[in-house]
């Protein structure tokens, strides 16, 4: 069973701060990996895909990914209260043309 | 920026009826997919559609289940016998290409079985 683990949180960062998110997964295979933000009652809307060992940054995001370690995780930096969401992993299933979704990490922005 | 669409956005339906979730993918998209969220649960793949067959489906997807493009625009869920455990959020999404390209996704229907 492919599995994506990630840590349900609450994480509860104030203003200004870096969040720190992080995701293991289970399939070796897996080449693409992408982080959704769900606000609550809402849909999965993506913020950044990596595919490459390293770091990608897009403006205050840095999706970072290790895949010996199969470990990627997501830099949140100067946060602001509106990033105060549930922030979801998705890896893909190995080529198999589904995405795979951790339980998602629940991120609390405070003044 | 183009989106995708998705009706109706809450569906309540009696147990045992049929229900039909509709999606408009994003137009340039060649890949579409389903998938379901449980009320305070994980997002889980339902099935991926590419050139009008089923590319891959999960075990949730069973003969209770189809989806079909009835037109060059529209994407639909078929939910044939409705059972009170089907009632979650399902969204529909779409890709350029396969898994190793962004999955965008619509609004989500809100399906409610009594």
């Known amino acids: 069973q492919k599995e994506v683990e990630q840590n349900s949180g609450p994480l509860s960062v104030p203003e200004g701060a870096i969040a720190s998110l992080n995701c293991t997964y289970s399939d070796r295979v897996s080449q693409s990996f992408f982080w959704y933000r769900q606000y609550s009652g809402k849909s999965p809307e993506l913020i950044m895909s990596?595919?490459?060992?390293g770091d990608k940054e897009d403006g205050r995001f840095t999706a970072q990914l290790n895949k010996a370690s199969q470990y990627v995780s997501l830099l949140i930096r100067d946060s602001q209260p509106s990033d105060s969401a549930t922030y979801l992993c998705?890896?893909?299933?190995?080529?198999?043309?589904?995405?795979?979704f951790g339980a998602g990490t629940r991120l609390a922005v405070h003044p | 920026e183009p989106e995708v669409t998705q009706t109706p956005s809450h569906q309540v339906t009696q147990m045992g009826q049929e229900v039909i979730l509709r999606c408009v993918p994003i137009?340039?998209?060649?890949?579409f997919y389903w998938y379901r969220q449980i009320l305070g649960q994980k997002v889980e793949f339902l099935v991926s559609f590419y050139n009008n067959e089923i590319s891959e489906k999960s075990e949730i997807f069973d003969d209770q289940f189809s989806v079909e493009r009835p037109d060059g625009s529209n994407f639909t869920l078929k939910i044939r016998s409705t059972k009170l455990e089907d009632s979650a959020m399902y969204f529909c999404?779409?890709?350029?290409?396969?898994?190793?390209?962004?999955?965008?996704f619509g609004d989500g229907t809100r399906l409610s079985i009594l």
């Open positions: 999404a779409s890709s350029e290409q396969r898994g190793d390209q962004p999955q965008h």
């Open positions: 137009s340039n998209h060649l890949y």
């Open positions: 990596i595919y490459s060992n």
């Open positions: 998705a890896v893909d299933s190995g080529g198999y043309n589904k995405l795979i």
